[in-house]
């Protein structure tokens, strides 16, 4: 089982994500090919910045 990594991403000097505390975003939580945590939601911001 992937261990999980705590990934907080801040926008703007408010947090969006924090994988610490259980929210709707966690529902986006995945892991790529490698292995590496990531989120949906992280890729759509990256694409809309």
Do not use: N, Q, W
Not at 22 to 29: F, Q, V
């Amino acid at each position: 089982m992937p261990k999980m990594v705590d990934i907080t991403v801040s926008l703007a000097g408010r947090t969006i994500f924090d994988s610490a505390k259980p929210s709707p975003s966690m529902l986006l939580y995945t892991e790529d090919a490698y292995g590496t945590p990531v989120t949906a939601f992280i890729r759509l911001a990256t694409v809309l910045l």
